[in-house]
């Protein structure tokens, strides 16, 4: 039986020539979540962590995407912490370690899709929402094809990228064949599910 320090070299060396992405869910942190969800939430992250530095054990994760980020430098972490600050610490470990944290969104797609996203929110009548629906799904679908070309573009051969976006989003990635996608699913993750769907408003938890 191999061990873990085998494993590691064998499926590095299964994937070398692989373009590799890890996929982390995006978790957000209401103001009015409870304190058993944000004792979850920090459990989540700090799990997440250690699986990423179990992944980089076996190679460097050189470039870093997120969801909603569209600008870069300072700008683009002083966002990433005002979502989610245990998020900001992660990926400012990565790109002190030599790490690029790229734009993932297009400014003018991702400008829409959030204003199409609102009005969705706030339409009454069936009418009104068909035709408010049928601008947003074009926008979801222009924006995914920009994400998509984002990652294509970045990620080259041998390479292993961190996309950290929300779970629903997930179907909407279209890779090549040359990509291998790697889901980091933590032991509180699962946790975190049962929690949403003991509550009512179990969904409210996904985005503040």
């Not at 190679?59 to 683009?76: A, D, H, L, P, V």
């Amino acid at each position: 039986m191999a061990g873990p320090g085998k494993t590691v070299k064998s499926d590095a060396a299964k994937y070398k020539n692989k373009k590799k992405l890890y996929f982390v869910r995006n978790l957000y942190l209401p103001q009015n979540s409870t304190d058993k969800y944000r004792e979850i939430f920090y459990r989540y992250w700090s799990e997440v962590q250690e699986h990423l530095d179990k992944l980089e054990a076996a190679g460097r994760i050189s470039k870093i995407f997120c969801e909603s980020i569209y600008m870069t430098g300072e700008e683009s972490m002083k966002v990433l912490s005002t979502m989610n600050v245990r998020l900001e610490q992660i990926v400012k470990k990565m790109t002190d370690a030599g790490g690029e944290f790229l734009p993932l969104e297009g400014r003018e797609i991702f400008g829409s899709y959030v204003d199409w996203n609102n009005c969705l929110m706030l339409v009454r009548t069936p009418e009104v929402y068909e035709t408010v629906y049928k601008h947003f799904k074009e926008t979801v679908s222009e924006r995914f094809k920009y994400i998509n070309s984002v990652l294509r573009k970045n990620i080259a051969k041998g390479e292993a990228g961190l996309l950290i976006m929300r779970e629903e989003d997930r179907e909407f990635l279209e890779l090549p064949d040359d990509f291998e996608l790697f889901l980091v699913t933590p032991p509180a993750y699962d946790e975190l599910l049962q929690f949403i769907s003991d509550r009512d408003s179990g969904k409210e938890f996904w985005r503040s």
